[in-house]
């Protein structure tokens, strides 16, 4: 097993190197391409220049009025230009909008980037030296285009690479939660026929000259081994929510926990003592969230110490505290206790809150959170479900 996650790493790291490389020799490439590109436009240029000199013979010195010239240089090209006298009035142009001829601002800014991307090349007359034309010229759409090709090529590579992830991570987690659903379903199968014997062991017992008292106690913890065999049989499953009152869901399990911790433990709730609030839950996962959240309390505790449950709503709401006076929580962790393998214990494996943050916030549509610890004061985890109210 070790070996193949030492394969696996390599391999991955294997798969990113190569991706680096073609990426980096794609943009090389891509690059050079691009450079003998820019260098063919401007020797283009310069041809155009040297033949619009040898052609400046006329009385106006519009070499582009030749319909040769005007040919070459405005057709069968796409290298955007303006041509301008010695003055910077425009004397021709192309792939340049009207609006930017017509507008000395814009006309300004446009020879200024024309500068920034290529020198100027300025066309003389035979006869003077005081007048002359100037061509400003840019890059052509096609030179334009090769320089951003690697980029988006780059880019598309990383989005396609992102997915393929996505896809892998996603197709992993639907394999472990097959696995988990699988066990737990397996599970309850299991507990079954051991269950269903203990039935019938404690109708004998009732039958035999045993303490009532002690067979009661144990008939409740034979209905709650029967309820997390229920729980497990509906991991995975459809999950029917149906309204409930809190009030009393919640105290069932503050109960029947109530009498199996330490002495040295209390255990306060307050929902017995307010008016009843509705919520849309699972009764029988529900219960289980709190029952975990006790729990986890009680080994923050340490054999001693104090629990409190509290149940408070408002308008939308229904939320219920679990707060307890023990070893605390880093504000670092707060998020972390919640993700599967976490676990700041020497037994266990980090599921219980994994699972509860599932059942509140996948199957219940609402929130788990810690929203106060500290390290050595204690820690306060809320569930908080959308309120109902009776029709």
């Known amino acids: 097993m070790k070996f193949r996650r030492i394969f696996s790493f390599r391999n991955r790291v294997v798969v990113i190197i190569i991706g680096v490389l073609l990426g980096a020799l794609s943009l090389l490439y891509t690059n050079n391409m691009a450079q003998r590109l820019k260098q063919k436009e401007q020797h283009d240029v310069a041809l155009w220049a040297h033949a619009m000199e040898r052609v400046n013979r006329n009385a106006t010195g519009n070499a582009m009025a030749d319909p040769l010239i005007a040919d070459i240089v405005s057709n069968s090209n796409n290298i955007p230009f303006i041509i301008t006298n010695e003055n910077l009035e425009v004397i021709n142009s192309h792939l340049i909008p009207d609006r930017v001829i017509d507008h000395p601002d814009l006309l300004r800014r446009q020879i200024e980037r024309f500068t920034e991307e290529n020198t100027p090349l300025p066309v003389r007359f035979w006869w003077t030296n005081d007048h002359y034309h100037i061509i400003f010229y840019g890059k052509s759409r096609l030179l334009k285009s090769l320089y951003w090709f690697p980029y988006v090529q780059l880019l598309v590579v990383t989005l396609f690479i992102l997915l393929g992830f996505i896809a892998f991570r996603s197709t ?132 001693h110490g104090a629990i409190d449950v509290r149940i408070s709503a408002d308008e939308k709401h229904v939320m219920i505290d679990v707060r307890d006076t023990g070893k605390g929580i880093p504000k670092s962790n707060w998020k972390r206790i919640f993700e599967p393998g976490f676990t700041t214990k020497t037994r266990g494996w980090g599921l219980g809150l994994s699972l509860s943050r599932r059942i509140v916030e996948e199957y219940h549509q609402g929130r788990i959170a810690v929203i106060d610890s500290e390290p050595g004061k204690g820690t306060t985890i809320r569930i908080t479900l959308k309120r109902i109210f009776e029709t």
Not at 196 to 222: C, F, H, T
């Open 172 to 303: 992993k987690q639907d394999e472990q939660n097959r696995v988990w659903i699988g066990l737990a379903k397996e599970t309850a199968h299991q507990l079954g026929t051991p269950t269903s014997s203990l039935l019938g062991w404690i109708e004998y017992l009732r039958s035999q000259p045993v303490d009532p008292a002690a067979v009661e106690e144990m008939n409740k913890d034979l209905t709650h081994l029967m309820k997390i065999v229920d729980r497990f049989s509906k991991i995975g499953s459809e999950t029917p929510l149906t309204p409930a009152n809190i009030n009393e869901t919640v105290g069932e399990s503050v109960m029947y926990f109530r009498k199996r911790i330490p002495r040295n433990v209390t255990l306060d709730y307050n929902g017995l003592a307010i008016a009843p609030v509705q919520a849309n839950i699972n009764a029988a996962l529900f219960e289980w969230v709190v029952e975990n959240l006790m729990k986890n309390s009680l080994d923050a505790l340490q054999g």
